[in-house]
């Protein structure tokens, strides 16, 4: 089987890659093949099958042709221009996140074998004038550039599956934390920061109060849903094949609570909290309760309270050298 991730430089593109690695295969099908394509020559990964690294930007039609000369069978299409940066650069946002998707959709068509499709979309799609707890059945309702371009992609995703085209598979990702590395554009970037930094002995600032409320999901347990969404047949999804993640709704208060109980009460000092009206404007927008019941009867799961998420962290990507537990 040949697996491709594009966005296979990016966190969750890396997280997944060394996943698959480690098993060697999606469900009882083995690997033979990894292509990993990302905006910039993604780093290899070490793995018991043939892994191949392309820079490959979605936008060029061409660029995608070559990497899916191969054809391919499970597509993980993660290449996206993050929520902030789709705010202050429209153009870029729109050529990525949907005229880019819109190109990996038609060279998954074009592989002539309908592979399997999962796209990460997100939760952004969501907001407006709905109901505060969101239903799988809720008007997508976007109130960002990056919200509208996963929706339309969403759409596509579904009816490139409807055709028989491909065999679509669209999670909504929760906010991803804590997420390794560096703090990025996404304006959710604090909703990480404020924990990794402080973890590894650096400040922190917190642009929202406490009291925030908003969705979340380890990146241990995405990487795992993603690949329960290759796994699955096509037919479990039924005619809309996009669908919101198990997550759960923690407050900002909370979660740094929870740090504290986990690793002590030095790190929570290293928080500042200083409001920011850019970021709030964002991300006051987004929604915090959901009822993924679709997703939890596939099977798909959350983590069980935010001291995992800050457990998995220090397991999977603590940078800090002798970074130890309270
Ligand atoms: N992390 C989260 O909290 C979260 C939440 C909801 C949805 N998502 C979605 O999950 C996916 C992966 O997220 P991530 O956190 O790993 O983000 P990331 O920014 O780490 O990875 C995205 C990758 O896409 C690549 N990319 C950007 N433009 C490209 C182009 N033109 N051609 C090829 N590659 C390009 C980037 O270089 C980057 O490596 C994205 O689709 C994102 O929208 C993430």
């Known amino acids: 089987m040949r697996v491709v991730i594009t ?4 966190m969750l593109g890396q997280k997944l890659a060394r996943a698959l690695a480690g098993s060697g295969g999606i469900g009882d099908r083995a690997i033979d093949t990894l292509a990993l394509a990302d905006v910039k020559k993604p780093p290899a990964v070490t793995a018991p099958f043939k892994v191949t690294c392309h820079k490959v930007d979605i936008t060029d039609r061409s660029a995608l042709d070559a990497l899916f000369a191969d054809g391919a069978d499970v597509i993980f299409h993660l290449a996206a221009i993050v929520s902030g940066e789709s705010e202050t650069n429209f153009d870029l946002g729109m050529s990525v996140n949907l005229i880019g998707s819109i190109n990996v959709f038609e060279a998954a068509r074009r592989c002539g074998n309908c592979p399997i499709v999962v796209f990460t979309s ?3 799609v969501y907001g407006g ?6 239903e799988d059945w809720t008007i997508l309702n976007p109130q960002t550039s990056y919200g509208a371009e996963k929706a339309a992609a969403e759409l596509l995703l579904t009816d490139y599956s409807r055709r028989g085209f491909l065999d679509g598979r669209g999670p909504r990702l929760p906010t991803i934390s804590v997420r390794p590395g560096k703090a990025n554009l996404a304006a959710s970037s604090f909703m990480s920061s404020i924990f990794r930094e402080p ?4 400040e922190a600032v917190c642009p929202v109060g406490p009291e925030y409320e908003h969705w979340y999901l380890s990146p241990r347990r995405c990487i795992e849903n993603l690949i329960h969404a290759a796994e699955l047949p096509g ?4 005619q809309n094949r996009c669908f919101a993640l198990p997550g759960k709704t923690h407050a900002i208060g909370d979660m740094v609570d929870a740090m504290g109980r986990i690793a002590g009460e030095e790190p929570v000092k290293l928080i500042r909290w200083e409001p920011d009206a850019a970021i709030q404007k964002i991300v006051l927008g987004w929604r915090a309760y959901f009822n993924p019941a679709k997703a939890l009867a596939l099977g798909f799961v959350a983590d069980e309270s935010f001291e995992d998420n800050i457990r998995f962290f220090l397991e999977d990507d603590i940078e800090k050298p002798g970074a130890s537990t309270a």
């Not at 004038?129 to 969101?134: G, N």
């Not at 973890?199 to 650096?202: A, D, I, P, V």
């Not at 037919?235 to 039924?238: K, Q, S, V």
């Open 235 to 238: 037919d479990a999804f039924g």
């Open 199 to 202: 973890l590894q002995g650096q």
């Open 129 to 134: 004038e709905i109901p505060a707890m969101i």
């Open 122 to 124: 997100s939760i952004a």
């Open 7 to 10: 966005g296979g430089g990016g």
